[in-house]
């Protein structure tokens, strides 16, 4: 630990899992966190003690919980120890200990001497109500999960107000019958790490995205996926899709960097995953982002969990403070919430399964009787699907790529509907594929989803519109259709007294 560099990326790891504040763990966990034995661990935490940069409570007993609290975020660990540094003239030693975690020395310089000069950082706080799942883009599937991956990854393409805009492609166009498509990637984008992305690692995510079982059914016609060059893609199918750029737009297809080093989520988006622990995500600034690059420093989630017994589904928050004054903002987006089932089957002593999202058991408790058995299951999860389903879908970015990924996932075989129906389904989902004019695609998937209302097969229970509580400082959101607004797009008033 005489290494002060090492001592800093030995925190940081620690700081990235646990978190700011006080958590609770064990010698055995931060052994295997750093690789180290657990005798070694005792020297790592009296060292970092000694510094100041936590607290550690031990408890008597092989399987007892000690208390860790990370009082000091690493960076500014760092930036305590280079003040002595750069006082001295040092410059060599500094930018060494500020490339500690693999950080660009010259890019962590300028940095410094901002924060030096100026202190005031622009932060936006997210009050939430229950702890997040893992970000591993081809694995979530909650709202406020997939709206967090998309700030912190690329796709291909991304849609702009209904309008399909590049993203990582800048071009793209397909054969004659639009079973091969072309993408043109850009040069110079970096990941988060600072290494270089290309049409590879673009390759990489898809390819593993067709063969997730989740996904599988949604992107089953993708034979391959094939980095022509480091700037060139080329992606074949077995039948013709002319949506195929707004498909990747999803979050699913979001492009990251595969490593076996690290759990933590790096992408090339407009922010970066700087902590993700329990209690808190935090996002950073990507100052490289290869479109229009943030105004917010960074952005933390905070977890409430009494939040939970009042918070509706649809409403979230973003301020500068908690609590805040704020201001509501309403969205024509909606949440969705369906239910599937076969019209020909008995309407008693029926399986109901639901989600596990409070609106969902509200709706099951609704029409449920006293002879249904209700199947609770995990948002998004429709494998247990039999005879009825309470399940919710979301428009995200686009309604469109939004109900034809739900048509095509969804085993409506489970139901054990008529054959004709299942057909004339299957035709459906085909024939929107094959559909060159966007406009006329969009017609026949609503009439596809009144069809499927007219037999009884799905009904549309209830939209509940996304609520956005903002702090009245806050600029330039608008209410997406996760929920949330787009991270880089906020910015901040200054009060009136700081104007000069």
């Not at 071009?171 to 600072?194: C, P, Y």
Request: glycine letters at 4%.
């Amino acid at each position: 630990m005489a290494n002060l560099k090492r001592k800093l990326e030995i925190y940081e790891q620690i700081f990235q899992t646990f978190g700011p504040g006080v958590s609770a763990c064990q010698i055995s966990q931060i052994a295997a966190l750093l690789h180290v034995t657990e005798r070694h661990v005792q020297t790592i935490l009296k060292n970092l003690v000694s510094v100041g940069w936590i607290q550690w409570q031990a408890s008597s007993g092989r399987s007892k919980k000690a208390l860790l609290t990370c009082q000091v975020e690493p960076i500014d660990a760092c930036y305590g120890s280079a003040r002595s540094l750069a006082d001295e003239g040092n410059l060599d030693q500094l930018l060494s200990i500020l490339s500690f975690g693999g950080r660009d020395a010259g890019r962590e310089f300028q940095s410094y001497l901002n924060n030096a000069s100026n202190s005031n950082r622009r932060i936006a706080y997210m009050p939430f109500h229950r702890e997040l799942e893992e970000l591993k883009p081809q694995m979530v599937k909650r709202r406020t999960e997939r709206f967090l991956v998309t700030q912190i990854c690329q796709c291909l393409t991304s849609l702009e107000k209904g309008s399909l805009v590049g993203d990582l492609a800048y071009h793209w166009f397909a054969n004659q019958d639009a079973t091969t498509w072309q993408f043109q990637i850009r040069r110079g984008v970096r990941f988060h790490d600072g290494s270089m992305l290309n049409a590879k690692d673009v390759a990489n995510c898809l390819n593993r995205l067709i063969q997730n079982e989740y996904w599988h059914s949604v992107y089953a016609h993708i034979i391959e996926v094939n980095a022509c060059s480091d700037d060139q893609l080329e992606i074949k199918l077995n039948q013709t899709d002319w949506h195929l750029p707004r498909l990747l737009a999803r979050a699913e297809s979001s492009i990251f960097k595969i490593t076996s080093t690290t759990t933590r989520l790096i992408g090339s988006g407009a922010f970066s995953l700087e902590v993700f622990s329990s209690k808190m995500l935090r996002l950073t600034r990507n100052e490289y982002y290869s479109r229009e690059a943030a105004i917010l420093d960074r952005v933390e989630l905070w977890v409430y969990p009494e939040w939970a017994q009042d918070k509706a589904c649809a409403q979230n928050q973003i301020c500068l403070q908690v609590p805040d004054n704020t201001v509501t903002t309403k969205s024509d987006k909606c949440a969705s919430f369906l239910v599937i089932q076969n019209p020909n089957k008995s309407s008693t002593k029926r399986h109901i399964t639901f989600e596990d999202t409070a609106e969902c058991k509200k709706l099951f408790s609704k029409i449920s009787t006293n002879n249904d058995q209700g199947i609770l299951v995990d948002y998004g999860d429709y494998s247990k699907s039999e005879q009825v389903t309470i399940c919710s879908l979301i428009e995200e970015s686009d309604s469109f790529s939004a109900w034809l990924s739900f048509f095509l996932q969804y085993p409506f075989a489970n139901h054990e509907l008529d054959v004709g129906i299942l057909k004339a389904l299957d035709s459906s989902l085909m024939s929107i594929r094959h559909e060159r004019d966007f406009n006329k695609a969009g017609d026949s998937l609503v009439a596809l989803l009144s069809w499927l209302s007219k037999q009884n097969v799905l009904k549309e229970l209830k939209h509940e519109p996304f609520v956005l509580e903002l702090s009245e400082k806050i600029n330039g959101a608008q209410v997406n259709g996760y929920g949330w607004s787009e991270l880089n797009k906020i910015w901040i008033s200054l009060d009136s007294n700081q104007i000069t």
